[in-house]
């Protein structure tokens, strides 16, 4: 019964290049949520998708970050020209619907030098 | 969504029970109390939720005053893997966006 996975767990990335992250939900789960942990804080929502479909994407930043849920394979969250203010922990959640729990996958911690 | 209040840290000895309390005041008759918890970094895990009535699960037990306008999380026998932040939730039913704040860090001593 496999969770949530995200990969790859750890991405260093120079300033100005491409960030892509993946996540795999949850079986039988249709609905994807991409969090963001800074340093020392609580996550922060940024989107939600599901498949092919950008649900709320409220918490993203306009410019640089982009989601998609395509109908075969994992979500991804592309982050473009990555800068120093972009390390954190990235993390997926799945649920099987709107109104259900979410549960998280491990993260992927992305570090911009 | 309403605002939590949780106090910021807290210690626990090993094999006695864990009370996390989470002030809620401002709750509203739709929303749900969520806890989740965050060891070390990882995922964050959930761990229980509830309405009115409390509830209880494999892991914890969730009281919920009558009032609504607060809650405790029960850990009924902590051990050292317990230690984690833990936060609660207030969330509409269906909507989307989980608020977590700053939780409260539990730590297990022996």
């Known amino acids: 019964n496999a969770g949530v996975m995200q990969n790859p767990r750890h991405l260093v990335r120079r300033r100005g290049q491409e960030a892509r992250l993946r996540c795999s939900p949850m079986k039988g789960h249709s609905h994807v949520y991409w969090y963001r942990q800074l340093p020392e804080e609580g996550l922060k929502f940024m989107v939600y998708?599901?498949?092919?479909?950008?649900?709320?994407e409220s918490g993203m930043p306009k410019e640089r970050f982009s989601a998609e849920f395509p109908k075969e394979g994992p979500s991804i969250l592309r982050i473009q020209q990555v800068v120093r203010g972009d390390s954190a922990a990235y993390f997926c959640?799945?649920?099987?619907?709107?109104?259900?729990?979410?549960?998280f996958g491990p993260g992927t911690r992305l570090l911009v030098l | 969504d309403a605002k939590t209040t949780q106090p910021p840290s807290m210690d626990c000895a090993e094999g006695r029970a864990a009370n996390l309390p989470c002030n809620h005041s401002t709750i509203s008759g739709n929303e749900y109390v969520y806890w989740y918890r965050q060891i070390h970094s990882q995922g964050p895990q959930y761990i229980i939720h509830g309405l009115k009535n409390n509830e209880t699960n494999e892991m914890a037990s969730l009281i919920i005053t009558e009032d609504r306008k607060s809650s405790t999380l029960i850990l009924p026998h902590a051990t050292l893997r317990d230690t984690a932040v833990y936060y609660c939730i207030v969330r509409v039913y269906n909507n989307n966006d989980m608020r977590f704040g700053a939780g409260t860090r539990l730590t297990v001593k022996p």
């Open positions: 998708l599901q498949k092919e479909n950008i649900i709320d």
């Open positions: 959640a799945s649920s099987t619907g709107t109104q259900e729990t979410q549960y």
